[in-house]
Structure formats: structure tokens, C-alpha cells
Nanobody
Framework: QVQLAESGGGLVQAGGSLSLSCAAS????????MGWFRQAPGKEREFVAA????????SYADSVRGRFSMSRDNAKKTVYLQMNSLKPEDTAVYYC?????????????????????WGQGTRVTVSS
């Protein structure tokens, strides 16, 4: 089992940057593939980015590719999401997600129904 705690959200102007972190508890963090999802008001939760358990493979949603960068540090049991060139449409609650994947090297989860554990979320607001 793993518990996830996001941090780093806040208010930023369009064009600015924010860095989110997700700290995990538990002894098997390196066996989990990790992802970031977001949910804007009145909308469904959507995929943002995912990273394989070793960090060697990363995938991004088209809407954030080239602006966001995901990484992980297995020694610190933490994943990161660096968000640059933020737009008002990036405003959402951002959730960290974990998928048990001890035998694969795939950037997942890519869908909400693939997630085994969720963090509580951190709010990002981008003003125009």
C-alpha cells in the first residue's frame, strides 16, 4: 500500500511556472508507475502525464506536451511535475496517482480506472 501527498499548488499568472511534488509512503515505491491527473471545475478528471517505475519512460497528454515535465526520484519516493508556460485552461486540482507495476516498464497509468492509489490533490489556478 502507498499513501500519496501532493504539494506545490497555488496561484500563478498566465505564462508563469509552478512545480508540483508528490511524496509517497511505503517501502515499494519503485514498483509503482506514477501519474498526474487533473480535474477542472465541472469537468471529468483527465490524464496529464505518467512515468514508468524506473523513470525511463514518460508520456504526456497532448495539451501539456512541451510545457510540462514529469520526473521521479525513487530514493526520495517523490514524483515531480514541472509546469511552464501555464495557461488559464491549466486551472484544475492536480492529483498524483500510483499504479502497481512491479514487472513492467510502461509510463502509466493513463486512465483513471487504472489507478490503484490517489493523492488528495493540490489546486492550481492560472489567472489571465
Amino acid at each position: 500500500q502507498v499513501q500519496l501527498a501532493e504539494s506545490g499548488g497555488g496561484l500563478v499568472q498566465a505564462g508563469g511556472s509552478l512545480s508540483l511534488s508528490c511524496a509517497a509512503s511505503g517501502r515499494t515505491f519503485s514498483s509503482y508507475a506514477m501519474g498526474w491527473f487533473r480535474q477542472a471545475p465541472g469537468k471529468e478528471r483527465e490524464f496529464v502525464a505518467a512515468i514508468s517505475r524506473s523513470g525511463g519512460l514518460i508520456s504526456y497528454a497532448d495539451s501539456v506536451r512541451g510545457r510540462f515535465s514529469m520526473s521521479r526520484d525513487n530514493a526520495k519516493k517523490t514524483v515531480y511535475l514541472q509546469m511552464n508556460s501555464l495557461k488559464p485552461e491549466d486551472t484544475a486540482v492536480y492529483y498524483c496517482a500510483a499504479k502497481w507495476a512491479p514487472y513492467s516498464e510502461v509510463p502509466e497509468p493513463g486512465r483513471s480506472d487504472e489507478v490503484d492509489y490517489w493523492g488528495q490533490g493540490t489546486r492550481v489556478t492560472v489567472s489571465s
